[in-house]
């Protein structure tokens, strides 16, 4: 992966959306916005090396399951491969120090990953926005095209 510079606008527009949805009261995410969320939270964490202590803090078996769902939601194919055996790994990782080596590795394959990542999140994103718009048809924010 080149450098990042941050999510699409639209794909921030379609975050905003659910955090704007949660703070009026909605406490429920639809599968969608957890995919869009998972997806969103997981290419930040490896864009600024930070998987580790973020699948750290949790079930990282259980965040990689998650992880793999939603990025095959998006049709990330070769991020999903690399998410599906770093799982493997960490199933068969004997200590916690070995775990923390599987997700390092993970963390470089990801960045590496020749998946347009963040072109598969916009587009997601802009499929989140036009439902919840209820105009399939509109154009106005643009989504940038896979490669």
């Known amino acids: 992966m080149e450098s990042w510079s941050g999510h699409h606008p639209v794909t921030t527009a379609a975050l905003l959306s659910i955090f704007d949805s949660k703070d009026a009261g909605t406490i429920h995410l639809t599968t969608a916005d957890q995919v869009l969320y998972t997806v969103c939270e997981i290419r930040c964490?490896?864009?600024?090396?930070?998987?580790?202590?973020?699948?750290?803090?949790?079930?990282?078996?259980?965040?990689?399951?998650?992880?793999?769902?939603?990025?095959?939601?998006?049709?990330?194919?070769?991020?999903?491969?690399?998410?599906?055996?770093?799982?493997?790994?960490?199933?068969?990782?004997?200590?916690?120090?070995?775990?923390?080596?599987?997700?390092?590795?993970?963390?470089?394959?990801?960045?590496?990953t020749e998946d347009p990542i963040d072109s598969l999140i916009a587009r997601y994103a802009w499929g989140q926005l036009r439902s919840c718009l209820g105009d399939p048809h509109s154009s106005s924010l643009g989504v940038p095209q896979t490669d």
Not at 71 to 89: C, H
């Open 45 to 112: 964490a490896v864009a600024t090396r930070n998987l580790i202590d973020r699948l750290g803090r949790q079930d990282p078996a259980g965040a990689l399951g998650r992880a793999i769902a939603a990025f095959t939601e998006i049709g990330a194919v070769r991020f999903v491969r690399d998410l599906r055996r770093a799982s493997a790994d960490l199933a068969a990782a004997p200590t916690a120090a070995r775990r923390r080596q599987c997700l390092s590795i993970l963390e470089d394959r990801l960045l590496c």
